[in-house]
């Protein structure tokens, strides 16, 4: 049996079905793996914040969360190479005219998701822009 911690907050990544299992492809890709290790998997929930605690304490085995590896994240633990390359973009309305440059979001209230490296990102690059 493997354990494998997953936030399923994230689809079509990770999430929750109607049944209340957890499904999506971060999940198809655990299952797949399990099956050529001859394994089950067991699916824990928690939320992102919590992934790291709960590999730390044992509380799972594996994270299969769509986390990507930062400097911090790399200090704690261990990553394997690389699953998939995804892109960040800025969403905003149309009417909005905003572009992805310093310049353009002074001033604008931007969203990301805390502890995720979109947030590193836009404070590095876009918060001393006001």
């Known amino acids: 049996t493997i354990r494998v911690g997953v936030d399923p907050t994230y689809p079509p990544f990770e999430s929750v079905a109607k049944d209340g299992t957890v499904e999506g492809f971060d999940v198809d890709l655990g299952n797949a793996l399990c ?14 914040d919590g992934l790291i605690p709960g590999l730390q304490s044992r509380k799972f085995d594996v994270i299969l969360s769509s986390m990507a590896a930062n400097e911090k ?10 699953l998939y390359r995804n892109q ?12 992805p440059e310093a310049s353009k979001l002074a001033g604008k209230r931007v969203a990301v998701e805390q502890g995720t490296v979109q947030e590193t990102y836009a404070r590095q690059k876009w918060a001393a822009s006001g």
């Open 73 to 82: 994240r790399r200090q704690q633990i261990d990553f394997t190479a690389r």
């Open 35 to 48: 099956a050529k290790l001859k394994a089950k998997c067991v699916w824990v929930q928690s939320s992102f």
């Open 88 to 99: 960040t973009r800025l969403i905003a309305k149309e009417s909005a005219h905003l572009l």
